[in-house]
Each structure stands twice: as C-alpha cells, then as structure tokens.
C-alpha cells in the first residue's frame, strides 16, 4: 500500500492525532472532552479516504466527507463508543489515584496532569487499548457496510473469540506503543500506522463488503 503515494498515506494517519491536539491545546476546559467525540468523526472520515482508494484507486476526499456525513446516527454512536474509551480511562485514575486527579485530566489542566508520573501516564493510556479492541471490526463494519452497530458489536466479539492469537499480538504490540509514547514520544509515529492494519485485518474477514 506504501508503494504508492506514501506520503499521502502518512499524511492520512496524523489527522485523527493533529485534530485532538489541536483541540485540546485551543480550548480550555472542555477540550479533551470535546475531542474524544470529534476525533472519532474524523477517524470515520479517514477510513473511508482509505477504503475509497485502496478499491478504486483514488483518496476522493470530498466524496469521502459527504459519505461520512450521510451516516448520521450511526457516526453518532460510534463517536460515543470511542468517547467511552476515554471515560474508562477516566474511571480508572479515579479509583487509581483519586476524583481530583480524575476531573482534573479530563478537563486537561497542567496543574493536575503534572502530578502523575511517566509510569501512571502510561499505564493509563496503555488500559485504553483493551475497551477499543471492541471497536476493531466494529467500526469498519458500521462505516462501510452500514451494519447497526449491535450487529457488528456482537460479530466483532466473535472474530475476537476466532481470531484471539493475531490479534493478541497486535494487541500486546498495541499496549507496548501506546505506553510507551510517554517515554518516547516518536513512538507515535509507528503507533499512527497500526489503524492501516486494523483496515486490512477487516478486509481480510469481511472481504465481500459493498462499498457505496
């Protein structure tokens, strides 16, 4: 897939990630909130960018925007599932470290954020990634094929149960880069690229999908 227009394809798995800093360093308070449910509109957006041109040969990015739109409540949903990620993390620093700690990262104030450690951090982010395995086929599946989303929650539980060993890995792979972004933060770089994978391992159990 790098073969062609690689940089186009690099440039692709950073929109989700610039959207949410830009977000969350551009407004106080309710920026990190308000990112974890606009991030997820944006990341529909690029799968179906990526889809378009991996069948037809083309990026398409307007065509891409009108397509993620039309889902409508569906894009609803799947913003609040990812949202939900973020509110287990939350959960979690709240029976951790404490409700203070808790409010205050979701509210994304220094002070608050400071006080963790490199560890704490990591290990948080890291918890992240075992709710959003629930989304694996859950979301190419709602956005390409338009599946309802508890149909394709209930077929991705399946394929998890079916697929559990390649997906172990790339779920300790996942934890690895993910908790260790804090430590070395050009990790994210290779991080970014695993969202192509997830798309391939859709592809590769969903293969007779219809695109729009």
């Not at 569906?74 to 990812?82: D, H, K, T």
Request: charged share 10%; hydrophobic share 60%.
């Amino acid at each position: 897939m790098y073969r062609q227009a690689p940089i186009r394809w690099f440039g692709l798995s950073l929109v989700p990630m610039t959207l949410e800093l830009v977000l969350q360093v551009s407004i106080p308070v309710a920026g990190v909130v308000l990112s974890k449910f606009v991030v997820p509109v944006a990341s529909v957006w690029c799968l179906i960018v990526l889809d378009q041109r991996v069948r037809n040969g083309r990026f398409a990015i307007r065509q891409g925007m009108a397509r993620t739109f039309r889902l409508r409540g569906r894009l609803l949903q799947l913003a609040v599932l990812s949202a939900s990620v973020f509110a287990f993390q939350i959960a979690l620093l709240w029976m951790w470290v404490g409700p203070s700690v808790a409010l205050g990262v979701a509210t994304g104030d220094p002070a608050v954020v400071t006080q963790l450690t490199r560890l704490q951090l990591a290990t948080v982010f890291a918890a992240g990634t075992l709710p959003g395995m629930l989304l694996f086929f859950t979301a190419p599946r709602v956005v390409l094929e338009h599946a309802g989303v508890v149909e394709a929650l209930h077929d991705n539980l399946r394929l998890l149960g079916v697929g559990w060993r390649p997906l172990a890995v790339y779920l300790a792979l996942s934890i690895l880069l993910v908790g260790s972004v804090v430590f070395q933060p050009w990790l994210l770089l290779p991080l970014l690229q695993l969202g192509y994978v997830g798309y391939w391992a859709y592809r590769d159990a969903f293969d007779s999908v219809a695109a729009d």
